[in-house]
């Protein structure tokens, strides 16, 4: 009966502030609060719309990626180097193994593709076989002749050197040679006075090469005299084969071969 007793005050004493006396305004005391303007405002519920969801992150590119993995396949491979355990050097392997199985797939589907777009296969119009060598030479060659044969109609060809320059005589030579096989006329002129002996026919620079900016020598110019424009052929030391390539670059302005 006395421990009840002591039960029911405890829970008295405990609930009793719950029922406490409502206090009556007495115009300093209020329930609830007034007097400042920010007691009764209602509060603010953060609005869904201004929310702004965290981006994803954007995705990784496939040259991220592929160094990604080189890099990974470098620090494994350096691991089983520097550390030759059986475990690294497995580990090595088979991730070099897998990168030779995507090379293999990808030159697979290579050659599948140009079979089915022949329009992107090189090999169509410039053989890489070596059966077809002598074809396309004879081909390139042609080619060269046909600009040869253009230069020489609408063209002259003026050869500016050094007498005095073993180098700038070795280049009197050829050019003497590439002027006879391909019955092209060249102008020889000579800088320093000094006449090559495979050029006799020579004449002294009487102010030609500084009206045409020429500053390095031996230099090789087409020349067109209707339109009085040239253009540089070769500066320095060439060889009749590479002479009758850039007699043919020239023509057609650089033009790429199709």
Known sequence: MRLQKQLCLLLLSVLLPLHAEEKKPDG???????????????VKKDDPASQVPPSSPAPESPTARMKRLQAFRDNVMNEAMLN????????????????????????????????????????????????TANIQYTQQRQKQQQAIRYVNQHYGVFFFYRGSEPLDNRLGAIVKEFSQQYDLPVVAISVDGRISADLPDSRPDAGQAAKMNITHFPAIFLVEPLKKQYKPLSYGFITQDDLARRMLNVVTNFKPED
Not at 28 to 42: F, R
Request: glycine letters at 4%; aromatic letters at 20%; zero cysteines.
């Open 28 to 42: 300093y005391n209020y329930d609830p609060a007034v007097g400042w303007y920010w007691y009764n405002e209602p």
């Open 84 to 131: 030759p355990t059986p475990a690294n050097i497995r580990r090595y392997k088979i991730v070099q193994d897998w990168m030779v199985n995507q090379a293999s797939q990808f030159a697979a589907n290579w050659e599948r593709v140009l079979l089915e777009n022949p329009d992107l296969d090189y090999n169509l119009q410039h053989s890489y076989y070596n059966g």
